[in-house]
């Protein structure tokens, strides 16, 4: 049924060429289910026997009996006549090569041995094609040679493989099973074609054409055009495919069946381990965003902010591969917030507290977003920040004091600050506030000493002068100058003992004394004691008024001794007038109050100053114990 329902024509060429036989063969036979087409040259040139004529006849006697397009089956076929060609009863050494075609009007399957060829024009373009077993096909394989050249190389008989072979194994090629399509052209030549035409001249012969006799024609024409002095047999079977056979009952074999289960099948297994790999990979994905969050909270809570950066960096990648949008919004501002906190303790720790005061508030506005998280570190770091600013402040003042020559102040405000830098347990800081200090001190310390010293040198410089005086003058005067220098002389006592309060009337009493005995200059030089007494005795003042309550003690006895000056002054005025040795006694007299009065001014100056010695001791003592405690 299948080849009446099925278009298939065929007609072939073959003809002996310039030789005196025709030693190639084509047959073909068409059953109901197959249909078998070949053609075969033989290589001997025994005139008693055809070679090709025996393999076409013993492989279509072999298909008639038991049609099939099985592989196994046709090549059983070609060595049956293989076998036939070797057992001939003649001894002769026949040999051939041929060319095979089977197909059940759907498909088709074609076999070669040895050069003889098979072609299957789609379209005008050579579909499938068979290949030789010949050493210059090898060569063409290597790219030794191009294909265009190989139809007339000198290899390209050179066989390894045909039927009637003795020596060697003999090898079969077989296709698959190709599927036909109406308008298909199958073709079977032999080398007295392919020597004399290549691929270009077969699809120039097929087209234009209605008949396989005409395709068939067109090439001996030709071929025979070439006038070749010497044409070899050639053969040309031409099979046009006008309609492939369509089952009308097309059944679900289970080769069918299993041919769209199979692949539903494995879809649906590749779909399932896909989703359960999906599964595993986003729960994994999912408990190690956690984790890190977790790593990260844990992190911030210790104020390790470098990992927990890192924690919530990662934490944010995998919430964007699980599209948690909010997960991956709340790591990406915990992530902002520590960033920014590493930020500023960065620039805390470089000095720059400006910047890093700058960072901390927006940090501290990014925590409020985040539940609070580092707000505590945060706050710590603005009041030590602010802490760190007075201490500067404290400093730069200090430093200020000491410019204008206020060692007293700048040695208070370097203790100030050294507290400060010992509550910030900054080493550093404590270290130089603490040195300034006590450079400061050690500075003022050496003013005051300096000072004393020149004092004492004028002081002793008065007495020379004054002793030189005495040897020159009269007893009177010498009375005079004697009591004026042991005014002078008690001044300078009062002065060395700091009682700079009580020397001044002394000092005034000699400098008038001096006047009145003509002595300018020793009266210029005990003005210049008495302003500088003054100067010390307000710089005493300046001192003990940081302890108000107490100066008011050592205010009145400077007032008692200033009344005593001006007593004195008085008991002067009047030795002159009247007995100078009278009015001595009441100057002396008035001395000894005004010494009596700064003495106890003295005192209350020196308990005041004990007290203040004793509350510094009681300071450095709490600062070394604290600094062997740190």
């Known amino acids: 049924m299948r080849r009446e329902n099925a278009g298939f024509r065929t007609a072939f060429v073959s003809e002996e060429g310039t030789k005196l036989l025709n030693r190639d063969y084509f047959a073909y036979v068409e059953m109901d289910d197959y249909a078998c087409y070949v053609a075969a040259d033989s290589l001997d040139d025994e005139k008693d026997e055809n070679s090709a004529q025996i393999v076409v006849e013993c492989i279509l006697r072999e298909f008639t009996e038991h049609p099939a397009m099985h592989s196994f089956s046709l090549k059983k076929m070609v060595r049956k006549a293989h076998r036939e060609l070797i057992g001939n009863k003649q001894g002769l050494r026949l040999r051939a090569s041929v060319a095979v075609v089977v197909t059940n009007y759907v498909k088709c399957r074609y076999l070669t041995v040895g050069n003889t060829r098979f072609a299957l024009l789609r379209n005008d373009r050579i579909l499938y094609e068979s290949k030789d077993q010949s050493l210059t096909e090898n060569l063409v394989e290597r790219e030794t040679i191009p294909r265009d050249k190989a139809a007339l190389h000198e290899e390209r008989n050179n066989l390894y493989s045909y039927l009637g072979q003795v020596n060697g194994r003999m090898q079969i090629q077989v296709s698959r099973k190709r599927k036909l399509a109406n308008g298909d052209i199958l073709l079977l030549y032999t080398r007295g074609i392919w020597e004399n035409c290549d691929y270009v001249d077969l699809k120039d012969a097929a087209k234009e054409v209605s008949t396989p006799q005409e395709m068939a024609d067109n090439l001996e024409e030709l071929i025979l055009c070439g006038q070749k002095e010497e044409l070899d047999n050639y053969t040309l079977a031409v099979t046009f495919v006008d309609k492939v056979y369509l089952n009308p009952k097309k059944r679900w074999t289970l080769k069918k069946v299993l041919a769209v289960v199979i692949p539903v099948m494995i879809v649906l297994l590749i779909l399932g381990i896909t989703?359960?790999?999906?599964?595993?990979?986003?729960?994994?994905?999912?408990?190690?965003?956690?984790?890190?969050?977790?790593?990260?909270?844990?992190?911030?809570?210790?104020?390790?902010?470098?990992?927990?950066?890192?924690?919530?960096?990662?934490?944010?990648?995998?919430?964007?591969?699980?599209?948690?949008?909010?997960?991956?919004?709340?790591?990406?501002?915990?992530?902002?917030?520590?960033?920014?906190?590493?930020?500023?303790?960065?620039?805390?720790?470089?000095?720059?507290?400006?910047?890093?005061?700058?960072?901390?508030?927006?940090?501290?506005?990014?925590?409020?977003?985040?539940?609070?998280?580092?707000?505590?570190?945060?706050?710590?770091?603005?009041?030590?920040?602010?802490?760190?600013?007075?201490?500067?402040?404290?400093?730069?003042?200090?430093?200020?004091?000491?410019?204008?020559?206020?060692?007293?102040?700048?040695?208070?405000?370097?203790?100030?600050?050294?507290?400060?830098?010992?509550?910030?347990?900054?080493?550093?800081?404590r270290k130089e506030a603490l040195d300034k200090q006590r450079a400061a001190e050690e500075t003022l310390e050496k003013l005051r000493q300096e000072q004393m010293a020149e004092l004492e040198e004028k002081i002793r410089k008065s007495i020379e002068d004054e002793k030189v005086a005495q040897e020159l003058a009269d007893q009177e005067l010498m009375n005079d100058k004697k009591n004026a220098l042991e005014l002078e002389s008690k001044g300078n006592e009062l002065m060395n003992q700091e009682d700079y309060v009580s020397a001044i009337p002394y000092f005034e009493t000699a400098m008038s004394m001096y006047g009145n005995l003509g002595m300018e200059e020793r009266a210029a030089v005990l003005a210049e004691q008495i302003e500088a007494c003054r100067k010390l005795a307000e710089e005493a003042k300046r001192k003990a008024a940081e302890e108000a309550e107490k100066q008011s003690e050592a205010d009145k006895a400077a007032e008692d001794a200033k009344a005593a000056a001006d007593e004195a002054r008085q008991a002067m005025q009047d030795m002159k007038d009247a007995e100078k040795d009278k009015a001595l006694e009441e100057a002396k007299k008035?001395?000894?109050?005004?010494?009596?009065?700064?003495?106890?001014?003295?005192?209350?100056?020196?308990?005041?100053?004990?007290?203040?010695?004793?509350?510094?001791?009681?300071?450095?003592?709490?600062?070394?114990?604290?600094?062997?405690?740190?």
Do not use: W
Request: aromatic share 8%; charged share 40%.
């Open 590 to 630: 008035a001395a000894e109050e005004a010494k009596k009065a700064a003495e106890e001014a003295k005192k209350a100056a020196g308990e005041n100053k004990e007290e203040e010695d004793k509350n510094e001791e009681d300071k450095k003592e709490e600062e070394t114990e604290k600094e062997k405690a740190e």
């Open 275 to 429: 989703l359960f790999v999906r599964f595993r990979i986003r729960s994994g994905q999912k408990r190690d965003m956690l984790q890190h969050m977790d790593n990260a909270a844990q992190y911030t809570t210790y104020d390790n902010y470098a990992p927990a950066a890192e924690e919530y960096k990662q934490a944010g990648e995998l919430a964007k591969k699980l599209k948690d949008k909010e997960r991956q919004e709340e790591a990406e501002n915990r992530r902002l917030l520590v960033e920014q906190i590493l930020l500023a303790d960065q620039a805390m720790e470089d000095g720059d507290y400006n910047k890093a005061l700058e960072l901390y508030e927006k940090a501290l506005e990014l925590s409020g977003q985040c539940g609070g998280t580092g707000s505590e570190h945060i706050r710590e770091q603005l009041d030590k920040i602010g802490k760190y600013q007075e201490l500067y402040e404290l400093l730069e003042s200090a430093e200020n004091k000491e410019t204008y020559g206020d060692y007293a102040g700048a040695a208070e405000l370097y203790k100030k600050a050294k507290g400060i830098a010992s509550g910030l347990y900054d080493q550093d800081a």
